[in-house]
């Protein structure tokens, strides 16, 4: 007989209360573990999404630190900053195997020796001083030259003060005529002359050296002491006598059949950032050719972009640019382009980074590669475009690696940063093929925008050197004044003489450009 049958009905009642009490016990202490349970799921659930947050961060900021000039945008001289990874080493698909430094057979630039008739001077040199046995060296016998040597040296440069009397005459008639002053004079009773001023706007726009250290650079090479204001009032007056040279430049710049276009960030205008606007800065815009540079001042938005040069271009008119979205809008109306494989390539070495298991980024670059060295083949040969063969079987790679790249890139839960621009580039390199390959048609189109980009890039250097433009009205003067300038170059003209024209009266302006045969 077990313990429970032998047990009273009274026992059992008292048997069964105490073990609901147990039971109500347990109950109350497992209700207690499912709120602390559910308190520390609700916790788990916020430190997860922590956690996320966190891992999304530092994804960026892995990614922004693995950003260099070979994968992005980002200016050579930036690479070394702290913290940044290193460019790696561009793999060619057909390495040349060429050296660093000057290239076998290439021209030199060493100092020549002169003919007779093109030395400035010659001065005789002879022995000075007394002979061992005590005779005077002057008094010694000539036994002709034995040596020679040329120096090219620059005279002493000092400031040379000119008093001009005109003077005014009586005709026989009874009419009075007064001479003119020189070139380039002011109307007050003195003032600095047409080369000290262009030297001093040279320093400026050329080689970016702030107002005060012009200054001082004057003072220490000349011996003038023109005042601040002085100097930077050149501005001013070098750009309005530049505007007519500026306007040819334009004009011509829309005659180009390809030109180079860029825009890049500018500290400009006072520091605090208008209404409305995050940065106080600018954009510098550049439409440009191998002959040619025009610069505009402003912002990124349409109304700047209306105001450039876009809608006064020729029909068949190419512009070679980096795929920003307001190239493609209507209000500048049927633009031919060549987007930049510069700015491609770059993007892909990302995607090398983003994507280290895939093939397709390193295959769709070398195959652009290979076009971009059939075309300049093909051009030193004088052809006026790349042979269809040719650009076929690079084509059919380029293909192929760009529906692997989509097919493998094809999902939208990769949130990594530069994910979404990986599938972006692949799906332009679908939709826009012959807008990346236009410079194949015709091998006059170049295919990238280096040319602009080595035009903008001064600016960014003017800005590491003078820091911020505060004078709107002014940074537009000196980048008038740097177009025209920039174009002088290009044309193998002294920039210092064009500046010393302009200040005298004499104006130079550019030559038409010709066409190619």
């Not at 966190?54 to 960026?60: F, G, K, M, P, S």
């Not at 040279?202 to 107002?211: C, G, K």
């Not at 529906?403 to 839960?413: D, K």
Request: glycine share 6%.
């Amino acid at each position: 007989m077990s313990e429970l049958e032998s047990m009273t009905r009274d026992e059992l009642v008292v048997l069964a209360r105490g073990q609901a009490a147990r039971f109500d016990e347990q109950a109350v202490v497992i209700a207690r573990r499912d709120a602390q349970i559910a308190v520390m799921a609700t916790q788990l659930a916020d430190l997860m999404d922590k956690f996320e947050q966190q891992a999304q961060e530092l994804a960026r900021l892995q990614h922004l630190h693995s950003r260099n000039s070979s994968n992005s945008s980002m200016l050579p001289s930036k690479d070394d900053g702290p913290g940044n990874t290193p460019p790696r080493k561009e793999r060619r698909a057909k390495p040349g195997g060429r050296s660093r430094g000057k290239q076998k057979g290439a021209p030199g630039t060493a100092l020549r020796w002169h003919e007779d008739d093109a030395v400035d001077d010659r001065l005789d040199r002879f022995p000075q001083g007394a002979c061992a046995c005590g005779a005077d060296l002057s008094d010694a016998v000539d036994l002709g030259v034995v040596d020679r040597y040329q120096q090219h040296e620059i005279p002493l440069v000092t400031v040379t003060v000119t008093q001009y009397d005109q003077h005014a005459v009586a005709c026989s008639c009874g009419r009075t005529h007064t001479a003119e002053r020189p070139g380039g004079a002011g109307s007050g009773r003195c003032g600095y002359g047409p080369s000290l001023r262009a030297f001093a706007v040279y320093l400026l726009v050329v080689h970016f050296v702030p107002v005060h250290r012009v200054r001082e650079i004057l003072t220490a090479l000349t011996g003038a002491e023109p005042s601040i204001g002085f100097i930077h009032a050149l501005l001013a007056r070098a750009a309005s006598l530049l505007a007519t040279c500026d306007f040819v430049v334009r004009t011509l710049i829309t005659l180009a059949f390809p030109l180079c276009c860029d825009e890049t960030p500018l500290k400009v205008g006072p520091a605090t950032p208008a209404e409305g606007k995050v940065e106080a800065k600018g954009y510098l815009h550049v439409a440009c050719t191998e002959l040619y540079t025009h610069f505009q001042l402003g912002d990124r938005f349409m109304k700047t972009f209306r105001q450039f040069v876009y809608r006064d271009l020729e029909p068949d008119a190419v512009i070679v640019h980096d795929r920003y979205q307001n190239y493609d809008s209507t209000q500048l109306g049927a633009l031919n382009n060549q987007l930049c494989l510069a700015h491609v390539l770059r993007d892909l070495a990302g995607a090398v980074e983003l994507y280290p298991e895939h093939a397709w980024p390193t295959q769709i670059a070398d195959e652009l590669r290979e076009l971009i060295h059939r075309a300049n083949q093909a051009r030193g040969r004088g052809e006026q475009a790349l042979p269809a063969r040719i650009k076929q079987v690079a084509l059919r790679g380029l293909r192929h690696a760009v529906r692997i790249g989509q097919a493998h890139t094809a999902t939208l839960e990769d949130i990594r940063p530069g994910a979404r621009k990986a599938r972006l580039l692949l799906q332009a390199l679908r939709e826009r093929e012959d807008d990346f390959l236009r410079f194949t048609t015709d091998l006059r189109i170049p295919p990238t925008s280096n040319q602009a980009e080595r035009d903008l890039r001064p600016s960014k250097i003017q800005e590491k050197v003078s820091g911020r433009l505060p004078h709107l009205d002014r940074a537009k003067d000196r980048y008038l004044i740097r177009g025209v300038l920039s174009t002088a170059i290009k044309h193998a003209v002294n920039p210092v003489t064009v500046l010393r024209d302009a200040f005298t009266g004499m104006f130079w302006l550019p030559p038409a450009a010709t066409a190619p045969a």
